[in-house]
């Protein structure tokens, strides 16, 4: 039994070994400032994604965020995020969509400068330029 537990620990400690350095060998090519192109399928402009090490930050329409990031070779968690209170006329509903659209992707497609981020359903949620 003793011997048993030691090797599930093994293993345990290797799988998170080998995630870790596939989040770290993914993520430098997500690092940088992405600008929001659409969101849920609708045009979007003003808002940014900003991503460096563990960390995203930017403009979300009218208010500012930043919180924690995720990333595989394939997939992606961002969240969760804190995010400024300005009210701003007008631009609430789009910054709400923007932000759950976010923290609900769960992987990525990157092709020459476009981020695409997908949902769990593998539908867009929202696309990016460099």
Known sequence: MMIQRALLAAVSAATAS???SAAASAAPVLKG???AVTVGGKPMSGA???ISDAKVSGKSVCNGYRGAIAVTET???IGPLVST???CTGQMDAEATYLKAL?????YKLTADTLELTGADGA?????KR
């Open 33 to 35: 400032s992405w600008a």
């Open 85 to 87: 209170r300005m009210m």
């Open 18 to 20: 080998m995630l870790v």
């Open 75 to 77: 997939t992606i968690k």
């Open 48 to 50: 940014t994604l900003d």
């Open 103 to 107: 923290q609900s992707a769960a992987s």
């Open 124 to 128: 867009t949620l929202a696309t990016f």
